[in-house]
């Protein structure tokens, strides 16, 4: 079996060399092509890190039960290989909840976070668990006929990608391994002690991760933001684009984020 040690993230980096990094961090199910209809809506003069996780794309899948430490551990060995510090951390769902795990244990690493859709604990664990169960019996489909109509938006058509593709080629296996390391996962104390900058955006629509979850865990952190975006789910990548683009740009220049204006855009 592969160890959690060796694990190597697939990932795509870009944007100017030595510029600040943005590390993008997906949900369950999906991999790092959900953030490719953000891009085009974020500041050039940053670099961007966008993850495959662990079970997730192309990383690698081993066989599960897997634990949110081994998640938050496969983002911290690839920032550390990558040389890069300083980070903000985007983070939708289940990335969200990476997002606040890495914080806690390697604050050099991170100096801002962004929790998209995400809380400290998504709920019961009994839940996660069965999930885990009839993803392994019966595959993808079912997860996606519960997932699917809780993530979306009001304005479907408006997607600019399809969730269920994303879904269906996920492996079943990484999920369902993966909604075990939710069901054993509750943030709310470390997270409480965070000090850093924080932004909450929770889509109106979402129903797998409400909006009142989200708020309540950016509250845990003092001085974070939070704030409500109108026709979306639980992917706003997807969903609004364009805003979400608008309000992340806002929240990187009022940290002082940006490169320097020497940098060229990618």
């Not at 470390?190 to 129903?207: F, V």
Request: charged share 20%; proline share 8%.
């Amino acid at each position: 079996m592969t160890g959690a040690q060796d694990i190597a993230l697939a990932h795509d980096l870009m944007g100017p060399e030595g510029a600040p990094a943005v590390v993008l961090l997906g949900t369950l199910g999906t991999d790092a092509a959900l953030w490719q209809p953000l891009l085009p809506h974020l500041p050039g003069t940053l670099r961007y890190l966008s993850v495959d996780l662990r079970g997730h794309g192309a990383s690698p899948c081993p066989p599960g039960p897997y634990r949110m430490g081994a998640l938050v551990g496969d983002v911290e060995r690839l920032l550390d290989g990558l040389g890069l510090r300083d980070t903000l951390l985007v983070g939708c769902g289940l990335g969200g909840m990476i997002a606040q795990g890495l914080a806690v244990k390697r604050l050099d690493l991170v100096r801002g976070l962004v929790l998209i859709n995400s809380a400290a604990r998504l709920g019961q664990a009994a839940p996660w668990q069965d999930r885990a169960t009839r993803i392994r019996a019966s595959g993808m489909g079912a997860f996606a006929e519960e997932m699917l109509p809780l993530w979306q938006a009001r304005n479907p058509e408006a997607q600019a990608a399809d969730p269920a593709a994303l879904l269906a080629r996920q492996s079943p296996e990484g999920v369902a391994a993966t909604c075990e390391a939710i069901a054993g996962t509750d943030f709310y104390t470390p997270t409480s002690g965070l000090r850093l900058a924080c932004l909450g955006l929770a889509g109106i629509d979402d129903r797998f991760c409400p909006p009142d979850l989200t708020r309540e865990t950016v509250g845990l952190i003092p001085g974070a933001k939070f704030e409500i975006l109108r026709r979306a789910g639980h992917l706003p990548m997807l969903d609004a684009p364009e805003t979400l683009g608008a309000r992340l740009a806002a929240f990187f220049d009022g940290i002082g984020h940006p490169a320097p204006t020497s940098q060229h855009r990618h």
